[in-house]
């Protein structure tokens, strides 16, 4: 009986090592590559740190990164701007929340770009955050879907893109394609940023960069659009879109619950 016992309890000692084992390569072969904190899934972003003709090395949290740009590369740099840089004629995209019983918006992000010859379609930005390219298509509900519900107590998103008009203190007014004029109330403490078209000679190490584009087998990012990004409050490079994580402001309108302009 005790033989019987102590075999039972040998082979069970076996078969939790070998369990323990797979365990362990299981994690292992999922374990991160290095550089994969600063990059996200069509492109890069992090600190510039080498330049070398159209070869530029950034580097995140978890490692470097090369990305590659071409002679169609798009370059834009966004700067920390105020409530005093939203003027007439500036091409305006806000996000915030509107209130369920007035519909009154009260915007939290606001991006600003320079009116051009494509005027201020989609906020003046496209994909990549490129004023003046070819429009971001707005958020619309698939043919019979039902609109997601809005949790209880909680205002509704909301996004209101188009040409400023008129500015009023905190209000502004937005010729809008959908709706026409609107006017919304952006927070004091509303995070404000002005969108610029530059070119490659404006890349200078140390800056930060959300580069967006394909990623080869090699973990190569050929970037189609580059930005100049500010740092972040500690003066790191935040990772934005990058490394996994959205970040407030640069994103698109949420899908469900929000009105467009």
């Not at 994690?27 to 510039?48: D, I, V, Y």
């Not at 500010?230 to 996994?244: D, I, K, R, V, W």
Request: aromatic share 2%; with cysteine; glycine share 16%.
């Amino acid at each position: 009986m005790n033989r019987s016992i102590l075999l039972i309890a040998v082979a069970t000692t076996f078969v939790l090592a070998g369990c323990g084992a797979a365990a362990s390569a299981a994690r292992s072969s999922t374990s991160p590559s290095p550089g994969a904190g600063n990059a996200f899934r069509n492109g890069a972003s992090g600190q510039l740190v080498q330049i070398s003709g159209q070869t530029l090395i950034v580097t995140g949290p978890n490692g470097d990164i090369t990305v590659m740009f071409t002679g169609t590369t798009t370059f834009t740099k966004t700067s920390v701007a105020s409530l005093a840089d939203i003027t007439p004629g500036t091409c305006v995209l806000a996000t915030g929340r509107k209130d369920a019983t007035t519909g009154a918006i009260t915007a939290t992000n606001v991006r600003l770009s320079p009116k051009t010859s494509a005027a201020c379609t989609a906020g003046g930005f496209a994909p990549g955050g490129v004023p003046g390219a070819s429009p971001r298509p707005i958020f619309s509900p698939r043919p019979g879907a039902t609109p997601r519900p809005t949790p209880s107590g909680q205002p509704n998103a909301a996004f209101v893109s188009g040409q400023v008009t008129s500015v009023s203190g905190t209000a502004v007014t937005i010729l809008t394609q959908a709706s026409g004029s609107q006017t919304i109330t952006v927070q004091a403490a509303a995070t404000v940023t002005l969108s610029a078209v530059v070119t490659q000679a404006d890349l200078q190490n140390g800056q930060c960069l959300r580069a967006t584009g394909s990623t080869d087998s090699a973990g190569t990012v050929l970037a189609t659009s580059i930005t100049i990004t500010p740092a972040g409050p500690s003066g790191t490079c935040t990772t934005g879109l990058g490394g996994g994580r959205r970040g407030g402001g640069g994103g698109a309108p949420p899908a469900g619950g929000a009105t467009g302009g």
